[in-house]
């Protein structure tokens, strides 16, 4: 039992306390800072900021990001399937990194299937992602995988987009026809 230990070194196998503050240990108190995590086991009451605590949808991240005040903001989202509320409005400064664009896939959740999926403003990137089943509804002109957000003003760069999948489907699929080509409404 000690009041105040110094130590440049630490090492045990086990650590029993009933309360440890690491507040002042800069090493541990640290946050990344501007980068924000996505994953099928996270939670959207998660703070985001860490691998370990992530928000469990992209649509969280966005807010959190536009909820940030400060500079380029990257959102990493880990392998895995996410069902969205669509379109996600990515703000300016921000990027959407997947795992890799075969393994991290966004589609729309079924009420969501015909909007636009993502409406970018400027400076924004999006890479290493697949977007799939969603459809094309001509009535409203809706149903692009990207699009310019409204009010889009450019400053220095327009929307990157590297690594990305996109696969649409019709609204009427058959065995013959299992996206749904042949219905004219399999996107844009």
Do not use: C
């Not at 002042?24 to 985001?48: C, E, H, M, Y």
């Not at 636009?116 to 290493?128: A, P, Q, W």
């Not at 094309?136 to 990305?164: C, E, H, K």
Request: glycine content about 10%.
């Amino acid at each position: 039992r000690w009041s105040t230990l110094v130590s440049g070194l630490l090492n045990g196998t086990n650590v029993v306390s009933g309360t440890i503050d690491v507040s002042s240990i800069a090493p541990l108190n640290r946050k990344q800072g501007n980068i924000f995590w996505v994953a099928q086991n996270g939670d959207d009451t998660n703070v985001g900021d860490h691998p370990n605590g992530p928000f469990k949808t992209l649509k969280r991240a966005l807010d959190a990001a536009d909820a940030s005040t400060g500079g380029p903001i990257t959102i990493h989202v880990m392998p895995g399937g996410y069902e969205e509320q669509t379109p996600l409005v990515v703000p300016s400064n921000v990027t959407i990194k997947g795992e890799d664009f075969r393994n991290t896939i966004i589609r729309p959740e079924s009420a969501y299937q015909s909007e636009d999926v993502f409406h970018l403003n400027g400076e924004t990137t999006i890479s290493n992602i697949t977007i799939k089943d969603f459809y094309y509804d001509s009535l409203n002109d809706t149903g692009y995988a990207f699009r310019f957000a409204p009010n889009t003003v450019i400053s220095s760069r327009s929307p990157y987009i590297q690594n990305v999948t996109v696969i649409t489907q019709g609204t009427t699929t058959s065995a013959s026809d299992p996206r749904g080509f042949a219905s004219g409404d399999a996107g844009k």
